[in-house]
């Protein structure tokens, strides 16, 4: 079976047996009617940790791929972690963008959003994931190329809801950039940088990375709707 093979299998497999990036099925999405603004900005804080965390994420898979030799691998991801860390956006990390864009564009503070008690355990996760042998660790890496696009998706829907309406201009930026041009170029490159090096021996281990990510991103998002609905959230203004 050849590696691109694989990969649509695994993004077909990311639709039919997940429902955290769907913009229907989604945990979140599904209990739209029955939360307050508050509530549904508490989970934009959440998400917000996980961009953030990604840049760390994506050197130990950098590292990973230069353990195994696999340099044009590590190449492609180092250039992925200088864009997201602002070189095609004046120096302005990608996280910075969509933080500032959340807390002008709902009057919530992002930036120096704690942790809850599920996110940190997603983290967790993710660190032992990531800290598995290369081919592993760049399925893993892979899967989170693979959902950019629906869970940024997802994300704008959820945006959406809460603007009632029009995005800022900013925000409506940082999303259409994502979507429409980084994300793409992100998942292709790598996909194509790790075909290749893998075997057909490593696809199980790849696949195997794969399915870790999704299972503790579909984990997180029904454990995120809940902590959010049974919670009693209070937000403060964005500071200026």
Do not use: C
Not at 28 to 36: A, G
Not at 39 to 64: D, G, H
């Amino acid at each position: 079976m050849a590696f691109n093979h694989l990969t649509k299998q695994l993004n077909q497999l990311l639709i039919q047996d997940y429902v955290a990036f769907s913009s229907t099925e989604n945990p979140v999405v599904q209990m739209l009617s029955q939360t307050s603004f508050a509530q549904l900005a508490y989970v934009m804080q959440q998400y917000s940790i996980f961009p953030k965390e990604l840049v760390f994420f994506t050197e130990l898979a950098r590292q990973k791929a230069l353990e195994a030799g696999w340099n044009g691998v590590a190449q492609e991801l180092k250039e992925n972690i200088a864009e997201e860390m602002g070189s095609s956006t004046q120096g302005v990390s990608h996280y910075t963008l969509l933080a500032q864009g959340l807390e002008e564009g709902l009057g919530i503070p992002v930036k120096n959003t704690t942790p809850s008690v599920t996110t940190s355990k997603l983290l967790r996760t993710m660190q032992s994931v990531f800290n598995q042998q290369p081919p592993y660790v760049l399925g893993a890496t892979y899967a989170v190329e693979a959902t950019s696009i629906p869970e940024l998706s997802l994300i704008v829907q959820l945006v959406e809801w809460l603007l009632e309406g029009a995005m800022p201009e900013d925000l409506q930026y940082f999303f259409s950039k994502h979507l429409d041009e980084w994300e793409l170029e992100h998942e292709e490159g790598l996909r194509t940088a790790v075909a290749a090096y893998i075997q057909p021996e490593q696809f199980e281990e790849f696949e195997a990375g794969f399915r870790a990510v999704m299972d503790a991103m579909e984990v997180w998002w029904q454990e995120l709707a809940q902590e959010a609905i049974s919670s009693q959230v209070a937000l403060s203004p964005a500071i200026a």
